[in-house]
Structure formats: structure tokens, C-alpha cells
């Protein structure tokens, strides 16, 4: 954002502080509720042809803010994942794009130095939590002090006395408390539990996925590795939500004067689809659909715990996916269940095109955030870091969150939705290629997905005529042709080099955000007036 506009927001803050007397101070509970593979159209509040209702994370929308023009700084997990942490693209810790990390993959992509969310808001006065998944690597050694790399055989040689308390785990990267896989719970082994830093119960046994339920054929992706004892694949989420809620409770006991931070990295909806036994059946959208209704109401289930501890009004709720929709659940609930993942979006998971990163982002909170707004401000999952620092107070350093904007004013509802706080956006899909938005403008520095191959098997049928051939590029107006079918390489040369300069640019200087980035404050933050508990939803 141009100085000029953040100071106009900033003293717009003010003036609506001192109108209406609100002098409250008390920094908010935070809590980041973060998926897998969860696509643009998989809510049915974002998609209201979904094969399924997402009723309570549809009332979360209405009782706070949707975005509908948001962003997965990567089109798979662990980059997705350090983006959300830290603030930043996978290429500021890789130089180019990052992987998913299997068995003991490692080391972390949150280098020693980095500021993380964690280390922010610990900082600010926060106890800190992460449950779930965590996957942005971490370091194991063996026996000769090595250390190990991904893959099945590795699982087998780790040292648990040498390898914890883990280097580079939360605990050491800004989190008082975890509880974690260091993979995708279901499907990535290494398959244990790590309660901070340390791992009760290493992994010596092997799992074989016959021994799970394979609910209509959805156990594809589940590989067979090194496990623990009593791993549980059945009920992952309720373990990691029945510890983010115990977090929560003992925070609030012990540490009443105290705010917190709590992550909730959730595996819905990655594969195998594995929704516990009492979700299974609920919906008539299958083991997915089910497995969909599982989120839902353990969202709802965290928002009830919120309001019967009497912490709902100033506790601030925020749920975001880290990229879109699997393809075999892409295609299988389009052809079975009549369900588009992508929400009438181009691709899917690991795709460049719109189907493989924007994501659903919601925000909710009562004291501050007004109901029933619907934004088309462009944003991306590294925009939380700045944002929630703007809430806390904390004044970013510019080598801090270098690529994340505050999206603050918009969740307040002060900023118009024709001054856009993100004059342009990067992301990155599964082999580190790059987009760039800029406005409606959108360029891919790369020919076909980014990802995902669609020369053969079913993913062929989803594939489109390239009208561009000899392009070496991809040059797309959403506004205008928002299912990026036509390539304007050549058409729009002055535009796609203008693109291409300011995404060099962009990469060169180290940022996309901008310098001297101001937070707002906790103590410049009005109260909302609550007159309805549902109100409509208002484009």
C-alpha cells in the first residue's frame, strides 16, 4: 500500500476510535484454523452448488468476513505452510521452490533468524501453540550423528535420543507448546506423534494401509512407512482439535492475564479420504462430502468452546486452506457427485492456474471485524503475518514477512474495495515456477499447469486448446476471461512485459511488500455494535 493510502487509513482508524469513545486495549485471542487441499469451491458458502452444506464455517463467513479473491502463496503444502510462518514465498528460503517433505525430510525451510508468527506474537505477550500437521521440514539424526534424508528406509535408521528434542521444531521456532506430525498425518510416513519436540513413541512398526477402512475406494494416498504404536490415521483431526482445545482451557487457567495463539493445522481435505466413524454417512456427497462435514463441525465445535469459556468477542478466528483441491478428489466429486472443487476455477492442487491456489479466507471476530462483508481485495495467506502484527502493535522490521501486506483496514471494513491494499501478488506452483497478479492482469512465467500433467488418464479430459503455442509464457485478464482460456502472450506484449519486469524486480529486491509498514494497534481499533447475529451477506 502507497504511504499516502496507510496514512489515510491510519488516521481514519483514529477519528472512528475518538467518535466513538472506545478506548479498550486488550489485545485479542488469535486462532488460525489451517487446511489441506481445500478448494475454492469446496465450502458451500463459496460455493452454494456444492454437493454438501458447510453450515457453521458458512455462519463463521457471515458473522465476520470472506474473501473471495484470495491466495496460497504455493500450490502444495510445506511452501504454503512457511508462507503462512513466516510471511514470505518459498523462494526467499530456497532460492526457487520448495517440495513436501516425506519421512525424515529436512531441514526445516523456517531458518534459524527467521521471524516467525510464533516468535511475533510471543513477542507481544502471547503463549504460543501449533496442533497438527507441520510440515516445513525438520532435521533427524542417526546413529553416527547424521543427518538423515526423506524416504522410507531413513524412517528406519533415525536415533530419537540424538534427534530430540528436535533443532529446528515449533519449539524452537516461536511455539510454547505442540503437538504434531512432521508429514501429512495420513499420508506422507514418517507416521508419529512429536509433543514438543520430543516423540514418546518412536516409530517401529510398519503400517500397511490394509489394515484401514477404504470408504468407496478413497484410501488412494496412503502410503505404507515406519509408524508408531497406536497411530491413529481414524480420528487425526479430533486428536489435533481435542489438543488445540485442552491448549486453550489450560491457557485459560493458568495464564488468565495473559492472550494466546493458537494453530490448528488441520489434514482436511487431503488423502486418503478418512473422516472418523461418527461423520461417516452424513452427507450426500460421500467419504468427501463426509469427510467435509468432519471440518465443519469441528469448526463449529471450536467456536462454541470460544463462546462458553466467554472469550468469543475478543478472540479472533482465521481459516484459510495452503492450496486447492486434490485431482483425483477434483475429478471424482465432479463426476460422481456433480461437486467442483475449484469453484469454476481453472486447475486444481499443484496447478499455476487459479484452481490450484485461490483459497478460501475467512475472518471472524466479534469485538472488531463487522459482519456480512464480502471483499474482493486481492490477498494471499502471507498477508496474515502483517496483519496480525497491525492488530498487536508489533512494527515489522523490512527484512521481516517480506512478502505480506496488512490486510487489516479490509477486515474492518474501512478500506474501499477500489483501493487495492496489493498493488500485485506472487505465488508459486509445484515446481517453483512463478504467477504474478496485478489487478485483473495475471502472468505465468511458464507454459502449461506449473504442476500437474493433463496429456493422459482422466486428467486428460480437463485439458484446454493452448492458443498461444509458441509462447513461452501465459497472459490472462481474470476479469474478462476468468477460466484463463485465452493466452494474450503475444496480443498484450506491453503488458506481459511489464509483467515480467516487475516480476524480476520483485524477485531481485529481496520483498513484494512494501517498506515501513505500520501497524495499526490494538488501541486504535474500534468496537463493532452487534445488532443481529446473522446478518446477510453484503457485496
Not at 55 to 69: K, L, Q, V
Not at 495 to 508: D, M, W
Request: charged share 25%.
Amino acid at each position: 500500500m502507497k504511504k499516502s493510502i496507510y496514512s489515510m487509513t491510519f488516521f481514519a482508524l483514529v477519528l472512528l476510535v475518538i467518535s466513538i469513545g472506545c478506548t479498550a486495549a486488550e489485545l485479542p485471542n488469535i486462532v488460525i484454523v489451517y487446511t489441506d487441499d481445500l478448494g475454492f469451491g469446496d465450502l458451500s458458502i463459496y460455493n452454494p452448488k456444492a454437493a454438501y452444506k458447510t453450515p457453521r464455517i458458512d455462519r463463521m463467513a457471515r458473522e465476520g468476513i470472506m474473501f473471495t479473491d484470495a491466495h496460497s502463496p504455493s500450490t502444495i503444502c510445506s511452501p504454503s505452510r512457511y508462507g503462512l510462518f513466516s510471511g514470505q514465498q518459498i523462494f526467499r528460503s530456497t532460492g526457487r521452490g520448495g517440495g513436501a517433505f516425506e519421512g525424515p525430510g529436512g531441514p526445516s525451510y523456517l531458518k534459524p533468524g527467521t521471524l516467525t508468527l510464533g516468535d511475533m506474537l510471543r513477542a507481544k505477550g502471547y503463549r504460543t501453540g501449533v496442533f497438527g500437521k507441520w510440515h516445513v521440514g525438520l532435521t533427524w539424526y542417526d546413529d553416527d550423528g547424521k543427518r538423515l534424508r526423506g524416504g522410507f528406509a531413513n524412517s528406519k535408521l533415525i536415533n530419537y535420543e540424538k534427534s530430540t528434542p528436535l533443532r529446528d521444531g515449533p519449539n524452537n521456532r516461536g511455539f510454547d507448546e505442540s503437538f504434531i506430525t512432521p508429514n501429512c498425518p495420513n499420508t506422507d510416513p514418517l507416521y508419529v506423534y512429536i509433543e514438543n519436540g520430543m516423540v514418546e513413541v518412536p516409530a517401529t512398526v510398519v503400517h500397511r494401509r490394509r489394515n484401514l477402512p477404504n470408504l468407496d475406494g478413497w484410501l488412494w494416498d496412503n502410503d505404507e512407512g515406519f509408524m508408531s504404536v497406536g497411530y491413529d490415521f481414524e480420528n487425526a483431526d479430533k486428536i489435533f482439535y481435542d489438543k488445540t482445545v485442552k491448549f486453550i482451557q489450560n491457557h485459560l487457567d493458568h495464564h488468565p492475564d495473559r492472550p494466546f495463539f493458537a494453530v490448528l493445522s488441520t489434514q482436511i481435505a487431503h488423502a486418503p479420504v478418512l473422516p472418523a466413524e461418527e461423520f461417516r454417512g452424513k452427507t450426500k456427497g460421500g467419504p468427501r462430502g463426509d469427510f467435509l462435514w468432519e471440518l465443519d463441525v469441528l469448526v463449529g465445535r471450536l467456536l462454541d468452546t470460544l463462546d462458553e469459556l466467554g472469550i468469543d468477542e475478543n478472540t479472533l478466528v482465521i481459516f484459510n486452506s495452503d492450496n486447492g483441491a486434490e485431482t483425483v478428489h477434483y475429478h471424482r466429486m465432479r463426476q460422481e457427485y456433480d461437486h467442483d472443487a475449484s469453484g469454476g476455477w481453472r486447475g486444481m492442487k499443484r496447478d499455476g492456474w487459479e484452481g490450484g491456489h485461490r483459497v478460501p479466507f475467512i475472518a471472524r471476530w466479534p469485538r472488531a471485524i463487522p459482519a456480512g462483508q464480502v471483499s474482493r481485495q486481492m490477498t494471499n495467506t502471507t498477508d496474515i503475518f502483517a496483519t496480525l502484527a497491525s492488530v498487536v502493535g508489533y512494527e515489522l522490521k523490512d527484512e521481516d514477512a517480506t512478502d505480506s501486506f496488512d490486510m487489516l483496514p479490509v477486515m474492518l471494513g474501512i478500506q474501499d474495495e477500489d483501493d487495492p491494499v496489493r498493488p500485485h501478488l506472487l505465488t508459486q506452483s509445484f515446481r517453483g515456477e512463478f504467477q504474478i497478479r496485478q489487478g485483473k492482469w495475471k502472468y505465468l512465467d511458464h507454459m502449461l499447469s506449473g504442476g500437474n500433467r493433463y496429456s493422459k488418464g482422466f486428467m486428460a479430459q480437463y485439458l484446454l486448446p493452448e492458443t498461444a503455442p509458441h509462447a513461452t509464457g501465459q497472459l490472462f485478464h481474470l476479469g474478462k476471461d476468468p477460466g484463463e482460456t485465452t493466452n494474450l502472450f503475444f496480443e498484450e506484449s506491453q503488458k506481459r512485459k511489464e509483467l515480467q519486469t516487475l516480476l524480476h524486480n520483485l524477485k531481485a529486491s529481496g520483498r513484494s511488500a512494501p517498506k515501513g509498514r505500520k501497524p495499526v494497534g490494538i488501541e486504535n481499533i474500534p468496537r463493532v455494535s452487534r445488532k443481529t447475529n446473522n446478518p446477510p451477506l453484503q457485496n
